[in-house]
């Protein structure tokens, strides 16, 4: 299977900070990796690189040890599909399916097998014989997807391919690219801000900051143990939480204005103990909160409101100055304005550098 490997790659557009800054990853045959991080980031610019469709300042690209930056975007063969349609107009969902196909001289009876199974894949059979104009947003999606996935290309790429879709059709879309994602052989790189999206499809997760690459890794390593804040935030829904503490010489954590404080469990409390810092930030996400009874120690907050989802709920609480969100159980829902005790769970509370950011346990 082919391996697409990038290696130092810079691209600066005039801007202040370069687009891409020492952009060093690997995607291998048959795997996903997800390009995740907000607008100008530099997801798009990666993949206008790898695909020849904007040059390279420094660095390498390569596709099987073959370096193929110096080729043009034709010779490389990769296949990519844009955020916004790049249909042929003229063209039934078949005819766009099978035109790649036709130039690259496959034989009819294989141009009729892998269109077809592209359109079983995608739902498109009902509408083979149909023009692009009077396709639905999400039909049109799924043909561009389809006509790049027919291809025997190098790579395939994804930039942001169901930003346009409604909730329930970019469930759909993404339930049948990782079903399909199987049966390519070659590296995927789909570039996203939807962390929901990253989590599901990725096998890999490189996580973007301005150009950045701030951590590369499976999505629930980096969920459960990122680098800094920055991918702590990215990553989760709810938003993880965050809260201004202090930490005691033994290694406790302090809420200013509370007397409740929580021990880490040992060994990560010996390391916030040796870091020095007498400030911190926890991060914490809503499930490893809990709610306890009025006999219980804990932070006291007071509940602003109720968000029901029907098979969990979720608490937000303003305490010490912020909100924070607790993931409860079903049908469980204090009065909103009610005053309530929360603890934090020992092994799975996060400290982070107040003033680099980093993770410190």
Known sequence: MAELTLRNLWKSFGAPLPAAQAVTFSAKGGGLVVLLGPSGSGKSTILRLIAGLEELDEGGIYLDDERVDHLSAR?????????????YPH???????????????????????????ELDAFDLHGVADVHPNALTTAQRRKTSIARAMVRDCSALLFDEPLALLDQRERLDLRLRIGRRRGAFAAPLVYATQEQTEAMTLADWIVVLDQGKIRQIGRPMDLYEEPCDEYVASLLGAPPINILQVQVAPDGAVILPGSDWALFLDTPRREVLRKSGLMEARLAIRAQHLRIVGPEEPGWLAQVEWIESLGNEVFVHCQLGGVTVVVRTRPGYAPPMGQSVAIQAHPTKSLMFDPRTHLRVV
Not at 75 to 87: E, G, I, P, S
Not at 104 to 110: F, L, Q, T, V
């Open 75 to 87: 010779a490389r063969n990769v296949a990519m599909v844009f955020q916004n349609d790049a249909l």
């Open 91 to 117: 063209m039934t969902v078949r005819q766009n399916l099978e035109f790649g196909l036709k130039l690259r001289g496959a034989s009819n009876d294989d141009i009729k097998d892998r269109v077809d199974d």
